[in-house]
């Protein structure tokens, strides 16, 4: 049977702690918690199908993101005009460097404005955006 000495148990006792120490010196506190989202102030874009515009109205804030799905539309076929541009701007669909952009309008200060989408052969389709500040 072994014999369990005084200076065993400091021995374990030592190595315990130290072990103790160790594994609460690498630990990281926890950030503080912050006032603001991470992100900032990211609005998250508003996803549209050509086919489902007729004349409603999009609350925006300024610089929100409208994305276009023109399903099966070449984009170069839609004719867009905006009645304010200050409020409102349009960028086409586009594909540069292997990547698919979507055709998008984006909030540029507050305002209303009116964007009439006219594809060939149909009536003109109306979307009424409204750009908040916030």
Do not use: H, W
């Not at 506190?29 to 900032?40: D, H, L, M, Q, Y």
């Not at 404005?113 to 389709?125: K, N």
């Amino acid at each position: 049977m072994a014999k369990f000495t005084f200076g065993k148990a400091v021995a374990v006792v030592a190595i315990a702690a130290t072990a103790s120490f160790g594994l609460s010196a690498c630990a990281t506190p926890a950030p503080e918690p912050t006032e603001t989202a991470i992100g900032g102030d990211i609005v998250a874009p508003i996803e549209i199908n050509y086919q489902e515009i007729d004349g409603q109205t999009l609350e925006l804030v300024v610089g929100q993101v409208v994305n276009i799905n023109y399903g099966g539309i070449n984009d170069g076929e839609v004719e867009v005009s905006i009645s304010d541009p200050k409020v409102v701007e349009y960028s086409a669909a586009a594909y540069e460097n292997d990547t698919q952009f979507s055709a998008g309008l984006l909030a540029l200060s507050g305002g209303e404005s009116t964007v009439t989408f006219t594809f060939a052969g149909e009536d003109p389709r109306e979307l009424n955006i409204q750009v908040l500040l916030k």
